[in-house]
């Protein structure tokens, strides 16, 4: 395998006033993952400008992109494109129209089509997040160990400043 690219990637941390982080469960080129809303920067787009684009486009929604969260300090290799290495950076967002966001109670909520990818939106409360069970991709782990992390110490709240 020889890496060719860097594969840009930004990633929301929008928690609601019930202390639930948003996760998307989806069907990528066969593969179950669950995840945290966001995807691939396009050329051109700032980082916040991508997670607000893909905010739009996956939950039909805006969001005011807040503070930097986390960014991949560890090397990984991309789980669906083998010539590339994956560089995420994730930012706290604020909905105020979250409850707007389809959301199913359940893991995989879709229709599996063949060919087709597919997602799903879910709220997890912060307290009952799973390190091992919640989010697949390793770097989304990182992320949640500081999202329990946090959550143990002093809670995490999002600033509407």
Known sequence: MILRRFNI????ILINEHDHV???????RGKYTTKFPGGGLELG?????GLIREFQEEC?????????YYTTD???????????QVISIYYKCFCPAWQQ?????????????????AEAFRWIALGDLDLETDVNLPID???????????HKVGFKISTD
């Open 9 to 12: 990637r930004v990633y929301g």
């Open 45 to 49: 787009e700032g980082l916040r400008d």
């Open 74 to 84: 560890f090397y990984v290799p991309s789980s669906f494109d083998d010539e590339s």
């Open 22 to 28: 948003l996760v998307s469960d989806e069907l990528i």
């Open 141 to 151: 782990k990182v992320v949640v160990g500081m999202l329990i992390e946090g959550h």
């Open 101 to 117: 966001i389809r959301t199913s109670h359940k893991k995989f909520d879709f229709v599996v089509k063949p060919g087709i990818d």
């Open 60 to 68: 039909g929604v805006d969001v005011t992109v807040t503070d930097h």
